[in-house]
């Protein structure tokens, strides 16, 4: 299958501060990519729909001033989490649609553990 | 919007055994289904996945039914091994929604040797 890589793995951060994950298509090119949170032993919540070259789209209950997301690339979206709080400690992870020219796959990348200290 | 139920949360068989996971979604535009097996910290991975213009489909152990009429999809995992042991999650996706993923509450599977 595809492959989609998410950077950093892990990261600690101070209240306050912003923080930038990555999500890149490595083989395959992206026009759709999706931002999900996980909390320990729960399911994947959808954030936002990325698509290159246009504004994402939030879902209900999303703060999209504090989620930015930014597809500027077919290969690269960004989830920057702005003033983070503790509470915003969470599992990220995103995935990439691939249109193989007759079906859509999902693949997700290896996930962010963001922790805020 | 979508709404995906799986049953049950958790699931322990023995080794060898057949396993099987249900979910029941509502959207009648749903059109793709994937199943997905996540380890602890570690990312989703697809393991398989079904259309609706199929009602099954089978990948070795692996096998998933759909029931577009009841709007119910399984997956079956037969001679089961301890590293099936994960959380599987079910997912339905509409085309008309940029295949958007609704996921269900996942299942803790366990299998003890």
Redesign the interface.
Known sequence: GAVVSQHPSRVICKSGTSVKIECRSLDFQATTMFWYRQFPKQSLMLMATSNEGSKATYEQGVEKDKFLINHASLTLSTLTVTSAHPEDSSFYICSARDFDGSADTQYFGPGTRLTVL | GENVEQHPSTLSVQEGDSAVIKCTYSDSASN?F?W?KQEL??????II?I?SNVGEKKDQRIAVTLNKTAKHFSLHITETQPEDSAVY?CAAAA?GS?????????TLLTVNP
């Open positions: 793709y994937p997905y910290g570690k990312r989703p991975q697809l996945d259309r999650f085309r940029n295949y958007k993923l609704t996921f269900g509450k996942g």
